[in-house]
């Protein structure tokens, strides 16, 4: 059956400002249309449509689809097109498994690029208060980013996985916090992160929860305030200690090694003046006992030589000499040797 366009064109004219039919109208057109094959037609199609909409989907890439047939785990279905029973027979749960989840713990940012469950404001403060090893008390901030490897363990073996992830995220980070100092809290977060890090996945492993932890990030760790002036007057005094020690160090450094230079430099001249000592007296022994051998055997000759010899020694270093003749009474007669001007003495 045609449309009466005449009818609609008269509506359309005497309806203000160009205002389009009423939609009763045209419901009553179309249902004056009558399509080859009748009503049943209708339904069949109606019914093939519903069927393939509830039998086929589509799981998008770096997504799996778990299928439950009435509530119970049959199958995991991999990225592209797939089918299932009709009906709510079977029902498809899609979990991402490339994308990145994030956990916030003792602070709160804005949403960005990561998805996550967030805490209160209440719990923040509550949250990331520690107790470190040394009984002081730390703020403590940091962020768990995770993703989901095993969908059925996610879904199935915990009843609120990021619930469970919370809670053991903070039982480790107090874990690692607690056996550490308060100076190490605050200038080894690194090594805190890769710690706490290593505690969760285990954690969530014993668990079967299905997350892999990517990251532990450490935020800027402090003292609460009410005691961060005091803190940081501890911090200053401890860096002038260990300022003096570093200048003790220096000093001692610079001076017991020169201390010990000069004594062993003492000791060794004192062994080599000994030495020297010992060698001369044991050479001049050695000398004498030999000139004692050839005094003994010519008495007169070696009693000459030493004679001629020690006034070969001594005579250079005198400078004025005198000679007398042991037969002369008397000083007069005396042989000039010391006078080059040729006066007497």
């Known amino acids: 059956m045609a449309w009466d366009w005449e009818k609609l064109n008269r509506q ?9 039919p009423q939609m009763d109208d045209i419901v009553n057109q ?26 086929f989907f589509t799981i998008e890439s770096g997504s799996v689809g778990v299928v439950q047939r009435f509530g ?10 797939n089918f299932k029973l009709p009906f709510g027979i079977e029902n498809v749960t899609k979990v991402r498994q490339d994308r990145v989840y994030k956990e916030e713990f003792g602070f709160q940012s804005e949403r960005g690029q990561y998805e996550g469950r967030y805490a209160s404001a209440s719990d923040t403060a509550s949250i990331s208060l520690m107790l470190t090893g040394d009984l002081n008390v730390a703020v403590v901030p940091w962020i768990v980013q995770y993703k989901i490897k095993d969908p059925y363990n996610y879904l199935f073996k915990v009843k609120d996985a990021n619930g469970l ?16 100092s308060i100076n190490e809290v605050i200038t080894k977060r690194d090594e805190i992160a890769v710690e706490a890090h290593q505690v969760l996945q285990d954690e969530l492993d014993q668990a079967e929860t299905g997350i892999n932890v990517v990251t532990v990030e450490m935020k800027k760790t402090n003292v609460p305030t009410p005691v961060q002036a005091s803190f940081n007057e501890v911090n200053q005094a401890t860096q002038e200690k260990e300022k003096m020690i570093y200048q003790a160090r220096e000093d001692y450094n610079k001076a017991i090694p020169a201390a010990k230079g000069e004594a062993e430099r003492t000791i060794k001249a004192a062994e080599g003046y000994s030495l020297d000592r010992v060698n001369r007296a044991q050479g001049d022994a050695a000398r004498f006992k030999d000139q004692f051998s050839e005094y003994v055997k010519a008495k007169d000759v070696t009693k000459r030589r030493l004679y001629l010899e020690s006034l070969k020694e001594l005579l250079p270093k005198i400078n004025r000499k005198f000679i007398v003749d042991a037969d002369q009474k008397n000083v007069l007669p005396l042989l000039n040797l010391g006078n080059s001007g040729g006066e007497s003495k």
Do not use: C, N, T
Request: glycine letters at 12%; hydrophobic letters at 45%.
């Open 72 to 81: 119970k785990f049959v199958r995991i279905a991999q990225p592209g097109p």
């Open 12 to 20: 359309h004219q005497q309806q203000p400002g160009g205002v389009p």
């Open 30 to 55: 179309l249902k004056k249309i009558k399509p080859p094959g009748g009503s049943l037609l209708i339904i069949v199609v109606i019914v093939a449509l519903m069927i393939g909409y509830s039998v």
């Open 165 to 180: 992830l919370r809670d053991l995220s903070e039982s480790s980070m107090r874990l690692v916090v607690g056996d550490r």
